[in-house]
């Protein structure tokens, strides 16, 4: 009799589990990391969320031209958006969070927990607006040495 009451309890288990994951599947925006808006024209926002896991989520987003990335840090650890210098197309406007107009500054100003420094604390966002095409290479500064990078393509 036991069994039973096991087995009947784990069927439940797995149906629970199984609708839990049917009605996130639904509820999802696709999970492309795509924009929410009209690519291409300058209406598009992307959101990517950097975590307590220390990855930006999505790690690659594709954006249209004049689209807007936004990061959100959604867990207790702050982080930084900083892009590589070398890593964004020849022309294209330069990227920090913090401001800072070159890749050198933004790792000498870095200090943890000054949105000044360049940290995006906790329930706190960066947002930068891609007018160039091509492919954007990005770090967080404190946390570049656990592999937190990610990837912008703009078409």
Not at 22 to 40: F, K, P, R, V
Not at 54 to 65: A, F, I, M, R
């Amino acid at each position: 009799m036991k069994f039973r009451h096991t087995r009947r309890r784990a069927v439940k288990c797995v149906g629970a589990v199984l609708l839990g994951v049917t009605l996130a599947g639904c509820s999802g925006d696709g999970g492309n990391g795509g924009s929410d808006g009209d690519s291409g024209n300058g209406s598009g926002t992307t959101t990517v969320e950097m975590t307590d896991e220390l990855v930006y989520d999505p790690e690659q987003v594709t954006v249209g031209e004049g689209d807007t990335v936004v990061w959100e840090t959604v867990g207790a650890v702050g982080h930084s958006v900083t892009a590589y210098e070398d890593g964004i197309p020849e022309g294209a406007e330069y990227f920090a969070s913090g401001e800072f107009d070159t890749e050198q500054a933004a790792r000498d100003a870095y200090v943890p927990g000054d949105t000044d420094a360049g940290d995006v604390p906790s329930g706190e966002s960066y947002e930068h607006t891609f007018d160039t095409a091509g492919t954007y290479e990005y770090f967080c500064i404190p946390h570049e040495s656990s592999e937190m990078v990610g990837t912008v393509v703009v078409e």
